[in-house]
RNA sequence: GCGCUCGUAGCUCAAUUGGAUAGAGCAACGGACUUCGGAUCCGUAGGUUGUAGGUUCGACUCCUGUCGGGCGCACCA
């Protein structure tokens, strides 16, 4: 709706310009602002120059009225073009919004090592990456999802000596000694048991065995991490593992190389990191030959970018921040344009019960697990709260909240708006079919506020996917449901003179709802 | 100490990316049912956008200083 809109009034001006909303609807349904940056250029007070730019708007099918205030201009679309909009968005159904764009991204998110269950942390990046690629596929970008296993290093080498040292205590009953380093946590015990089970008590006997406890747990690790995902709806495209890079580590490493960006001293193979704004030059190999943690990063990007989409995204915890500068300074040595990465930070997340500190579990060894969340709350209200928030704020909530069932607790707000719509449709005993061509024209300014609002889905969307800003969606969303309660509190439809023009009216509004939830993740619900 | 980041109503968060009178929900108070399910709606109150400057037609948004919170500052991942 909107680039249309933008397409015509382009044709008019024949310059380029801002489209806006006005903050009073009143005003129109779109205004831009070009008389202000005008009057320079023009020596002119904005309000003429928006007042001449409107008489050159003569009668448009698109526009009921274009009028100037105060310098700004506004466009009242007409009603046939938003009757004729939404009889098309009702014969798309699911596909409303949906559209073609030529631009490939590969989107990486979540990524968490495979050496324990996913936190709440984790979460918050999670359902953001997921509803991103979400409503990128709907837009029709070509966007995959991808999750890169640390499955290298000594993080997965830590996990096997912790699950051998806890079948040795616990199910051994043997005396050990705990370094200072290892992974607590009464999954690391249960996760002995499971071995135990699999591979039987020897594997506890020799140490030889921790390398197969290693790779054993690890896969394990990494099917708990994905029911985890798939309990709040995520599914992985892409699964890319570390280890399995190194192969390529030569071919990256010699790009490097080539474009002189590397250096040795102290026995330690170093990158220039520090002439693309890092802190320091950081070490990739280590003087006894192994890579860093770095080197499997630089093997990453460099098989994404041979892949050649078009943008790359990174999301991650907000701890990684100073990574960033690394990274795209060896992006940018191994030849490719560091700026097609970017990188989403997703802030620290607090928990709160009752007012209250959630208590962290003991079973998750001081994190607070994710799916106990999931199964105190369940996966739609997770994705909701951290959905409704930017991803780069510190961001703290109550699950009880979440437990509520009142206005409270926004997906129930908005569920209830769908599901109501369902029931007028029942009370009138008709369907969507049979008022989908009923022309709505002639409604009150209510009602056509409440259809304007609901056709504004796809952008929306758009502008929650190019800014990668969520929570714009989360935000419409409230807004419709607020709009169909009180548009609902006001004005009868059933058995009213222009029942099924209103009854396609909130056909369109459920639709937006209904495409809006999917979305971000979330059913909407029939009934309640 | 250095770097990144955040600071908006009592609380949790928005604000069309530089635009019109800074908005929602909760909490508080006052209203609306012989109802298409009141699981809803309407109203009142609540703000010098941490703070001091600057940039311009116009600043919550950009720049500088300052105060406060968070996170980093590994040859761990």
């Known amino acids: 709706m909107k680039k249309s809109v933008i397409n015509a009034i382009h044709e008019i001006l024949q310059r380029e310009f801002v489209l806006e909303k006005p903050a009073n609807l009143s005003f129109g349904h779109y205004a831009t602002p ?9 020596k002119k007070s904005p309000m003429l120059i928006a007042e001449e730019l409107c008489s050159a708007f003569g009668s448009q099918p698109m526009f009921k009225e274009v009028t100037a205030i105060k310098g700004y201009i506004n466009f009242k679309l007409s009603e046939t073009f938003l009757d004729t909009y939404a009889t098309w968005a009702l014969q798309n159904e699911e596909r409303f919004g949906s559209d073609r764009q030529e631009c490939s991204i590969l989107l990486e998110y979540v990524s968490a090592n495979p050496t324990g269950p996913l936190h709440i942390g984790h979460a918050r990046g999670a359902v953001i990456g997921d509803s991103l690629y979400k409503i990128g596929r709907h837009l029709g970008y070509n966007i995959v999802s991808e999750y890169y296993i640390n499955d290298a290093g000594n993080q997965v080498d830590l996990l096997g000596l912790s699950l051998f040292l806890a079948g040795r205590e616990h199910i051994l009953g043997l005396d050990v000694t705990w370094p200072e380093e290892f992974y607590r946590g009464e999954y690391i015990i249960d996760l002995a048991h499971i071995a135990k089970a699999e591979l039987g008590s020897v594997i506890f006997e020799k140490e030889d065995n921790i390398a197969t406890l290693s790779v054993w747990g ?11 995902l798939a309990d709040v709806g995520i599914v992985f ?26 250096y040795q001293e102290g026995g330690k193979t170093w990158i220039r990191s520090t002439e693309l704004g890092d802190e320091k030059d950081r070490v990739v190999v280590r003087d006894d030959g192994r890579p860093t943690y770095l080197a499997g990063d630089i093997i990453y990007h460099d098989n994404k970018f041979q892949r050649g989409y078009d943008q790359y995204i990174n999301i991650w915890g907000a701890d990684h921040h100073g990574y960033i500068a690394r990274v795209k300074a060896a992006i940018n040595f191994l030849g490719y344009d ?41 996966s739609d209200a997770l994705r909701f709260v951290f959905l409704s928030k930017k991803s780069d704020t510190q961001l703290e909530f109550d699950i009880d909240v979440f437990k509520q069932e009142d206005s409270n607790n926004p997906i129930f707000y ?43 889905l796809p952008e929306v969307l758009e502008d929650a996917f190019s800014s990668r800003q969520v929570q714009k969606v989360t935000e419409y969303l409230k807004a419709l449901a607020a709009s169909l309660h009180k548009f609902y509190n006001e004005n009868r439809v059933v058995g009213s003179m222009d029942e099924d023009k209103l ?26």
Do not use: C
Not at 218 to 228: A, P, Q
Not at 415 to 435: L, M, P, S, W
């Open 414 to 456: 908005i569920n209830y708006a769908h599901a109501r719509i369902n029931q007028v449709f029942a009370k009138a005993g008709k369907t969507i079919e049979d008022v989908r061509s009923i022309p709505l024209v002639g409604l009150n300014e209510e009602a056509q506020n409440l259809l304007f609002s609901a056709l504004l």
């Open 237 to 262: 495209e892409n699964f890319v593992s570390e280890k399995s890079l190194y192969d390529q580590w030569d071919a990256s490493f010699q790009k490097l190389q080539r474009n002189n960006k590397t």
């Open 34 to 42: 070009i008389a202000f940056s005008l009057a320079k250029e023009l």
């Open 218 to 228: 690890k896969d394990k690790m990494l099917e708990l991490i994905k029911s985890n």
């Open 503 to 528: 009854l396609k009216l909130l056909a369109m509004v459920g639709l937006s709802l209904r495409v809006g939830l999917k979305l971000i993740g979330i059913r909407a619900k029939e009934k309640m």
């Open 338 to 378: 560091e700026n097609k990465l970017e990188v989403i930070l997703a802030q620290m997340v607090s928990l709160l019960k009752g007012g209250e500190p959630y208590k962290m579990s003991k079973r998750a060894g001081n994190f607070i697990l994710m799916s106990d969340v999931v199964a105190e709350i369940g």
